[in-house]
């Protein structure tokens, strides 16, 4: 199960340290206990909007922008846990193509050659 609680408290924790900034001074400046500060970076306790918005404030981030970042967060969870919860994957796709043409290697231009190899050779697993 998905907690947005323990999702909001890593993006704020993120936002503090890429700001190399400690929990005492966002506490000081968001006017927030350090250990309510440290149990909601924590994912322990839900922080209120206008906790959140002093937060913000405190950090120097729009709200938007950390909610932004927790929904992408969020989005990323979701597919992971639908992929878990979904069937196996299935059997290796083969290619269409059995031959490649190279027109240069490593960015130094090669008379013009066909790599052919069967169908079977070479197998392509869907992602």
Known sequence: MILLRRLLGDVLRRQRQRQGRTLR???SSARV???YLSEVERGQKEASSELLSAICDALDVRMSELMREVSDELSLAELAESAAASEPVPAPVR???NSVSVKSV???PTERVTIKAPAEAVDVVAA
């Open 25 to 27: 001074e966002v506490s």
């Open 33 to 35: 206990s350090l250990g």
């Open 95 to 97: 290619p269409m193509l």
């Open 106 to 108: 490593a960015g130094v």
